[in-house]
């Protein structure tokens, strides 16, 4: 009922900047919650950000803290990542998710409906 597709991934050299959208598509009046989440090689599927529609109240993982920003337009549908001075550990896919919950652990996984496909960010030291 809800579709998502990422873009705007590359590869980057570590110091740069990427930004990622998330267009959304479907029965978005039931979306109200969106999170970005990445996974490494390896390693699981960890979360990165969450925004909400309403509100746009944020959060994030400390290990972006400070240098990633979650946004969202909603004239567009489109949520975004801003990634400010990459390092070559935020190589990984970067999934973007969203919920029809406005409560909830949404550091987690399971909060969310539904899933876009990913898309491939790598920084180079």
């Known amino acids: 009922q809800v579709q998502l597709v990422e873009s705007g991934g590359g590869l980057v050299q570590a110091g740069g900047s990427l930004r990622l959208s998330c267009s959304t598509s479907g029965r978005t009046f039931h979306t109200y919650t969106m999170g970005w989440f990445r996974q490494a090689p390896g390693k699981e599927r960890e979360f990165v950000a969450s925004f909400k529609w309403s509100g746009r109240r944020t959060n994030y993982a400390d290990s972006v803290k400070g240098r990633f920003t979650i946004s969202g337009d909603s004239a567009e549908n489109t949520v975004y990542v801003q990634m400010d001075s990459l390092k070559p550990e935020d190589t990984a896919v970067y999934y973007c998710?969203?919920?029809?919950?406005?409560?909830?652990?949404?550091?987690?996984?399971?909060?969310?409906?539904?899933w876009g496909s990913g898309t491939q960010v790598t920084v180079s030291a």
């Open positions: 998710a969203a919920s029809r919950a406005y409560f909830g652990d949404f550091t987690s996984r399971g909060a969310y409906d539904y």
